[in-house]
């Protein structure tokens, strides 16, 4: 499975890193998300087109492998390649490698066509494809599902939805789970430990004025990596599920 590679160079602002000088993850998500719609532009596939046909793209996925977050300062390469399609979901790929071309983080997503009046998953258009010369498919590509949340050891934290939390889409803009999720997590053992890995798969949309319920539980594996289950729910509806893999530092 292969299309069209779309890279660019990009040199990680202040403003985009934590506390402990690496890139967050709301940060790297926004990065790799415009990489994206770069590519589409300059195939001539532009927002303004698919809103003429009343249809944006929403993620449902995304699944993630950490070597290491890129630093403050460094000038990282960012790549992203269409890998792939089906009836209703298209499958894209972006990697973030160092200036030695050493791989930072490696993300596959999973994207659907969503009619912008009904907000409503439809068949995808064949004729928006074509330009990324990815894979026509039968079969889903098989995605790691969130692990859940543990009985015990549960926390939570509320948050109301606002004005800026709103993208393009009229919901609240993918990467903003990211800030819900991390934020419920201990700053402590955010400094001590390294992510590895992340899985995210969102369920259903997040408006303005909404007040969603950020809920994570933890435990250990076997080979001592920490796991971090998140939901994020929206009164009673689940609004996304997730996991995150954590190393010691």
């Not at 599902?145 to 009985?151: A, Y």
Request: charged content about 30%; hydrophobic content about 35%.
């Amino acid at each position: 499975m292969s299309g069209l590679i779309y890279r660019r160079t990009h040199r990680i602002k202040g403003y985009e890193c934590d506390i402990t000088g690496e890139i967050t993850l709301p940060a790297l998500v926004d990065l790799m998300m415009d990489l994206s719609g770069q590519q589409s532009d300059s195939l001539g596939n532009t927002n303004d087109q698919m809103s003429e046909r009343g249809l944006s793209w929403i993620i449902v996925q995304y699944d993630m492998q950490i070597e290491r977050m890129p630093h403050q300062g460094e000038e990282i390469i960012l790549e992203t390649e269409a890998m792939s399609y089906n009836r209703f979901f298209t499958y894209r790929r972006f990697r973030a490698y160092d200036e030695r071309e050493q791989l930072c983080v490696e993300v596959m997503t999973n994207f659907v066509m969503m009619d912008i009046e009904t907000r409503k998953m439809v068949q995808i258009q064949k004729d928006l494809l074509t330009v990324y010369q990815a894979d026509e498919i039968r079969t889903m590509v098989r995605m790691r599902k969130p692990i859940q949340l543990e009985p015990e050891n549960r926390k939570e934290q509320d948050f109301r939805v606002r004005y800026l939390d709103i993208d393009y889409n009229r919901h609240v803009n993918n990467a903003k789970y990211f800030d819900w999720i991390i934020n419920t997590i201990d700053p402590k053992f955010i400094m001590d430990h390294q992510m590895a890995a992340v899985t995210i798969k969102y369920e259903k949309e997040v408006e303005y004025g909404n007040s969603i319920t950020s809920v994570m539980s933890t435990k250990e594996a076997e080979n001592g990596e920490i796991i971090t289950a998140h939901r994020i729910m929206n009164g009673e509806d689940l609004a996304c599920e997730a996991h995150m893999i954590w190393k010691k530092v």
